[in-house]
T-cell receptor, first 113, second 112 residues
Framework: AQSVTQLGSHVSVSEGALVLLRCNYS??????LFWYVQYPNQGLQLLLK??????LVKGINGFEAEFKKSETSFHLTKPSAHMSDAAEYFC???????????FGKGTRLHILP | SQTIHQWPATLVQPVGSPLSLECTVE??????LYWYRQAAGRGLQLLFY??????ISSEVPQNLSASRPQDRQFILSSKKLLLSDSGFYLC???????????FGPGTRLTVL
């Protein structure tokens, strides 16, 4: 069965530092990949998605993610963290031919002043 | 533009009482619809999804059920709530299986 693994349920970075949130998927065929962000007591919002057009995907709020087939990874990065980036981030995958998205367990990002 | 509505925003119910949460989508036709639950520290759990009217797929066996009486309406129900049903319930829609999902604002359910 397909799965998504997010390393680290909590990640803390200082304001202005690099943000790196890790995501690995299990699939023999490159799937569709997504990153979502959830602010407290709200629904999820799409940050970016990979659909095979380009391996480096740029999203909203300065985030980007790079698809690496050899590593089956889709890590999320942002060069300089801002206090407003504090939220929970979910990596998700839609296996080719499936009707639903599989979400990772989420990583809560804390920004230190 | 498309919008998704969920209500109520918060709900406190006693154990054993019934439940009905409603989700409606505007501005699109024949969307895929999804119900998720977030319990504290347990991530996002897919409960049900639907690719058309009357077509419901259940992901987790439990005392919840879902129905899609109209194209853009998705209802989550229970005849008797359990304490373990407490959580944050999210409805979402997508154009198809390969597109991003758009989430509603959620319903916070507390079962006492």
């Amino acid at each position: 069965a397909q799965s998504v693994t997010q390393l680290g349920s909590h990640v803390s970075v200082s304001e202005g530092a690099l943000v790196l949130l890790r995501c690995n998927y299990s699939s023999s065929v490159p799937p569709y990949l997504f990153w979502y962000v959830q602010y407290p007591n709200q629904g999820l919002q799409l940050l970016l998605k990979y659909t095979s057009a380009a391996t480096l995907v740029k999203g909203i709020n300065g985030f980007e993610a790079e698809f690496k087939k050899s590593e089956t990874s889709f890590h999320l990065t942002k060069p300089s963290a801002h206090m407003s980036d504090a939220a929970e981030y979910f990596c998700a995958v839609t296996p080719v031919g499936d009707d639903k998205i599989i979400f990772g367990k989420g990583t809560r990002l804390h920004i230190l002043p | 533009s498309q919008t998704i509505h969920q209500w109520p925003a918060t709900l406190v119910q006693p154990v054993g009482s019934p439940l009905s949460l409603e989700c409606t989508v505007e501005g699109t036709s024949n969307p895929n619809l999804y119900w998720y639950r977030q319990a504290a520290g347990r991530g996002l759990q897919l409960l049900f999804y639907s690719v058309g009217i009357g077509q419901i797929s259940s992901e987790v066996p439990q005392n919840l059920s879902a129905s899609r009486p109209q194209d853009r309406q998705f209802i989550l129900s229970s005849k008797k709530l359990l304490l373990s049903d407490s959580g944050f319930y999210l409805c979402a829609w997508s154009l198809d299986s390969f597109s991003e999902q758009f989430f509603g604002p959620g319903t916070r359910l507390t079962v006492l």
